[in-house]
Nanobody, 125 residues
């Protein structure tokens, strides 16, 4: 299993970014993929999850209404569209995969065996 994030960068507060997670090595019709983020000196926190079953999406309260998770099964890629960005959204963003899983308790990082290398998102004030 391989996960490769891309699309991070520097943006002003109020702006938008879309980060991508390209996945390989597992069936992309049965999975859960979550986005986490980690700011310096802080614990890794769950941001959003999408699963192929139903399908299901869920979000942390801090990003509801601003972030949208989606998937393109033809490209084996999950996206996180981030709008109305705030300086507190600054972090390294990671995607994590649970092949065959769903979004139950998706915010628990220990449930995921596969992680990408991360992409930096910096929001300036």
């Amino acid at each position: 299993v391989q996960l490769v994030e891309s699309g991070g960068g520097l943006v002003q507060a109020g702006g938008s970014l879309r980060v991508s997670c390209a996945a390989s090595g597992f069936a992309f019709d049965d999975y859960a993929i979550a986005w986490f983020r980690q700011a310096p000196g802080k614990e890794r926190e769950g941001v959003s999850c999408i699963s192929s079953s139903n399908p299901t999406t869920d979000y942390a309260d801090s990003v509801k209404g601003r972030f949208t998770i989606s998937s393109d099964n033809a490209k084996n890629t999950v996206y996180l569209q981030m709008n109305s960005l705030k300086p507190e959204d600054t972090a390294v963003y990671y995607c994590a995969a649970d092949p065959g899983g769903d979004c139950d308790e998706w915010w628990i990082a220990a449930l995921y065996n596969y992680w990408g290398q991360g992409t930096q998102v910096t929001v300036s004030s």
